[in-house]
């Protein structure tokens, strides 16, 4: 199976270094730029399909990226960003700010902690994630699909495909304008990634601790 993963592109929440969540946000211009160009980086690829956040963020990203192909872009429940709960909307200062000791909590361990009103890393890598990596790679093992979600549950699909543990899982990041090449097989899967706004290329798994 081959999976491209894509990021939505950039928001305000993202340029404000907000949590978005379940929160319903928009592209912003930057946002729709990087979409372009990962469109342009993407037309010659043989896709197969399109799945996509329900997010309206994600299927306007999905909707630009996808244009070339003409594909139908398929909505996945499962690819829907981790439930912050109140974290959302909140920047990190704001977080130690108003919540004192929440961060300090949740960066002891980042996978298993339950956000208040939300979920965990954990609960959606187990009741979301993992089965529907189970689900393509039995429907789709000899096909390309093109995949376009959220920070949260990209590093779950990178770090569940690796076979990381989930400290590792972590510090997988997926900036906005990262496009994701990951050949998966039975013994050996092969990722790379490709930044188009900066043209940065590489093997493996990208980070960078500051992107939300």
């Keep these: ?40 980086l993407l037309k010659k690829e043989e896709i197969d399909y399109v799945f996509s956040s329900p997010r309206n963020r994600c299927m306007q990203t999905a909707k630009i990226i996808s244009k070339p192909h003409k594909l139908p872009v398929k909505i996945r429940e499962d690819l829907r960003e981790i439930n912050y709960g109140f974290l959302e909307g909140h920047t990190v200062l704001e977080i130690k700010n108003r919540f004192p000791g929440i961060w300090e909590e949740r960066e002891k361990s980042k ?23 189970a689900e393509f790679r039995e429907k789709y093992s000899s096909r390309c699909i093109l995949v376009v ?37 039975p013994h050996t899967t092969k990722i790379r990634y490709a930044r188009v706004d900066s043209g940065i290329t590489g093997d493996g798994f990208y980070t960078r601790p500051d992107l939300v």
């Design 1 to 40: 199976m081959k999976l491209i993963l894509c990021r939505h592109g950039e928001t305000d929440y993202n340029n404000e270094h907000r949590y978005q969540g379940t929160t319903e946000t928009s592209i912003n211009e930057s946002g729709k730029k990087q979409a372009l160009l990962i469109s342009e």
């Design 111 to 133: 996978y298993d902690y339950a956000h208040a009103n939300g979920e965990s890393f954990a609960h959606a890598d187990e009741a979301r994630v993992k089965p529907m990596l």
């Design 149 to 185: 979600t959220h920070q949260g549950i990209g590093r779950l699909i990178i770090g569940s495909l690796l076979g990381i543990p989930p400290i590792e899982k972590m510090k997988v990041t997926l900036p906005n304008d990262c496009v994701y090449f990951i050949d998966y097989g």
